[in-house]
């Protein structure tokens, strides 16, 4: 049962690090960002080709910090023009990115099913007391929870942090007020490209890395951001957890319904509180 | 907001829209030249998870065609390969086949990796006058309730699959067993194989766990697994090197005295897994590189030569398909779908497997299949090494009597 726990924790954390960056884009920029899928592949590529040519730590700091600098192109250069048109204009420039990275993957990295070798040091397993659990998993565990922690008390206790929840509630106000949205725009864009690098090198010795991977579990991530709440960062936070243990329990106690858990829990969050566990009240 | 929604509705009814507006079923119009080309039509996945077997297959397919090209052709026409990407779903399978067949002319289709694909398709081959050779998809009902006169298969179906597992279930001597299986047809056919023979056997099956197409974390699995006796796994692609890396991880498959995979420990996984504490693993092919015949040797070493490395089992099962349309255009003498199809029908022609027959009653290919062990080469690699062949007589020896073909 424990091990269940540690389970649904492990790829919980995995989402609750790529839906944070995924609502904190959609909550400023208000882009439903469908390349973050790609982004977390892309990421899991990059550190495959930089830890098999130096060392897997190496990657888990370069690779974040790489996309993000993309995310900052990205967000300059693209999203800043597409303000204020229709949304489809940001779906087409998000999407398209997606083709592009898939290609580029393929063409680069090939179509095999690739793995990495967790580093040395957490390559085996660690003796729980009540269990023996993979030593990567529990890693993972720490540093996901350890990045939202720092994630949520930034957003609290900062000034940047002030002025992007500042600019999310009301975009024209804080910008009548001095904040420099567009800057502070910029920089959530990286932190969410930054935070989907963090997820795809962390993903890289856990599962395996193929070029569908980013779209596999996008559309878990989108569930996790529905049910937590469009515009907020703390529910998906909740719902990714939440998701993650569901179904790490539902796969041992109602093995033929687990592949439907997550929809099901969308289903029920829509139907019984459609703005999420802590979605905002009022449209964007 | 609600514009965010309805343009977001709009963009993937658009998508959709997309990808079936091109899948209708008219009928063929177009005559193809009796003088001319034989124009194939080589359909597989280029992105999504069967995106690797796609590329084996193609490799395949354009080494036999290569090849043909290079002795002046079969039956004195050239061949022409037309590619297109399926997407891996069955709507693209349609889509792209049709395109092919309709607006190139190419008739004999080839390359489609799954079951469900291939299953959208063979329904409109007779209207289409096309014919396909299956080289990987496995479901019985292909060859069984839903076969057609125009599709044939020159590889394993599920219950030669599970005849060629039963060598190994047989042979070492386990108490107990687990298993775990992809939940659609392979796998729930595997299993329940497999649950049969380990009772005849008089030992027990006592975890038995199916996973989902494209399950990206099987810690949940793991944790379920008893790692005594001996363990089937009935995964593949993805599947399986997810799987079995995950295993390896959790400490897990190293418990278990002998680990045996159906089909799953193909060259491209074990390239991506590349760990010598898989060394001793147990699998099961529909053909394998290094079976011993003179015939495969030969391919492998011809392939070897040109392309520097050796072929994976699918770039194998590429080319049979591709001896398989070439053995029946010889025998017809014509390069009509219709008429090839017929020359088709009980023939006994030579492949890299040998001599191989195309069963008439179901259109399911009579060839042996191979079970091997997991070895590290003497370049440091790991492949699974053929140790035995299973007949023909022993792995398929029934027609499917669910098939009516006329």
Redesign the interface.
């Known amino acids: 049962m424990f091990?269940?726990v540690?389970?649904?924790l492990?790829?919980g954390v995995l989402l609750l690090v790529l839906s944070s960056g995924l609502a904190l884009i959609f909550g400023l920029r208000?882009v439903?960002n469908f390349a973050h899928g790609a982004i977390y592949m892309l990421a899991a590529y990059v550190a495959l080709s930089i830890s098999d040519r130096t060392s897997f730590w190496i990657a888990l700091l370069t690779v974040p910090i790489l996309l993000a600098l993309a995310g900052l192109l990205i967000d300059r250069y693209g999203l800043r023009f597409l303000v204020g048109r229709?949304?489809?204009d940001m779906?087409l420039l998000t999407?398209g990115i997606t083709f592009v990275v898939?290609d580029v993957v393929?063409t680069v990295w090939?179509?095999?099913?690739?793995?990495i070798d967790?580093p040395a040091v957490l390559?085996?397993?660690t003796d729980l007391g009540f269990a023996?659990?993979?030593t990567?998993?529990l890693f993972v565990i720490a540093i996901g929870l350890l990045v939202c922690a720092g994630l949520m008390a930034w957003l609290k206790l900062s000034r940047t942090g002030l002025f992007v929840r500042a600019s999310g509630d009301d975009r024209v106000t804080a910008g009548a007020m001095g904040v420099n949205v567009d800057r502070v725009s910029a920089t959530v864009v990286a932190l969410g490209f930054g935070l989907a690098g963090l997820a795809g090198v962390l993903a890289g010795p856990?599962?395996?890395l193929?070029?569908?991977?980013g779209t596999?579990?996008l559309i878990t991530t989108f569930i996790v951001v529905v049910v937590g709440g469009?515009g907020s960062i703390g529910g998906p936070m909740i719902a990714a957890l939440l998701i993650g243990l569901v179904?790490?329990?539902a796969?041992?106690q109602a093995?033929t319904l687990?592949?439907y858990v997550p929809y099901l829990l969308m289903l029920v969050v829509l139907l019984l509180r459609p703005q999420g566990i802590a979605g905002r009240r009022t449209?964007? | 907001?609600?514009?965010?929604r309805v343009?977001?509705g709009?963009?993937l009814t658009g998508l959709m829209l997309s990808t079936a507006a091109c899948s209708g079923g008219a009928a063929s119009t177009s005559e193809q030249d009796a003088d001319g080309p034989i124009r194939i039509a080589v359909v597989t996945p280029?992105?999504?998870?069967y995106?690797?077997y796609?590329?084996e297959q193609r490799e395949g397919i354009q080494f036999a065609a290569d090849e043909a090209n290079a002795n002046g052709g079969i039956d004195g026409h050239k061949i022409e390969l037309e590619f297109a990407d399926d997407l891996g779903t069955a709507e693209g399978a349609l889509a792209a086949t049709q395109r092919l067949v309709q607006e190139k002319n190419a008739r004999f289709v080839i390359g489609l990796v799954s079951s469900p694909e291939m299953a959208a398709v063979t329904p409109k081959l007779e209207a289409w006058d096309a014919l396909m050779i299956g080289t990987q998809g496995q479901s019985d009902d292909l060859t069984g309730k839903s076969c057609t006169s125009r599709y044939f298969r020159v590889t394993a179906n599920d219950t030669a699959g599970v005849n060629t597992l039963a060598y190994w279930l047989t042979e070492e001597d386990e108490s107990q067993w687990d298993s775990i299986a992809a939940?659609y047809s392979f796998g729930q056919a595997s299993t329940t194989g497999v649950e049969d023979t380990i009772k005849e056997e008089g030992s027990e099956l006592k975890v038995k766990?199916?996973s989902?197409l494209?399950t990206?974390?099987f810690?949940?699995?793991l944790?379920?697994l008893s790692g005594k006796g001996g363990l089937v796994v009935s995964l593949a692609?993805?599947d399986a090197?997810?799987f079995l890396?995950?295993g390896l991880?959790?400490?897990v498959l190293q418990k278990y005295d002998t680990v045996l995979v159906n089909t799953g420990l193909s060259a491209?996984?074990l390239?991506?897994?590349?760990d010598d504490r898989l060394v001793g693993a147990l699998g099961t092919n529909s053909w394998m590189p290094t079976a011993d015949n003179a015939e495969t040797k030969a391919f492998v070493e011809a392939y070897t030569e040109k392309n520097g490395h050796g072929p994976a089992e699918n770039v194998g099962n590429g080319y049979l398909g591709m001896q398989t349309i070439f053995a029946g255009i010889e025998e017809a003498g014509s390069i009509s779908p219709g008429d090839v199809a017929k020359a088709l029908e009980g023939l006994t022609y030579d492949s890299i497997q040998g001599e191989v027959t195309m069963r008439a009653e179901d259109h399911q290919i009579e060839a042996p299949t191979y079970v091997g062990t997991v070895k590290k080469g003497e370049d440091g690699k790991l492949a699974l090494v053929a140790t035995a062949t299973i007949p023909a007589s022993e792995n398929n020896p029934e027609p499917n009597p669910a098939c009516r073909l006329d």
Not at chain 1, 210 to 213: G, L, N, Q, R
Request: aromatic share 8%; hydrophobic share 40%; glycine share 12%.
């Open positions: 091990v269940q540690l389970n649904g492990a790829f208000g439903v229709t949304p489809l779906v999407f898939a393929q090939g179509t095999e099913a690739r793995t967790p390559a085996g397993t023996t659990y993979p990567y998993r856990y599962l395996t193929s070029p569908a991977m596999e579990i469009l179904n790490a329990l796969t041992v093995p687990a592949a449209a964007l | 907001m609600k514009n965010t343009c977001l709009a963009a280029q992105s999504g998870p995106a690797e796609g590329a939940d766990l199916f989902p494209g990206a974390d810690g949940s699995y944790s379920q692609g993805g090197v997810n890396k995950q991880q959790f400490g491209a996984t390239k991506a897994l590349n």
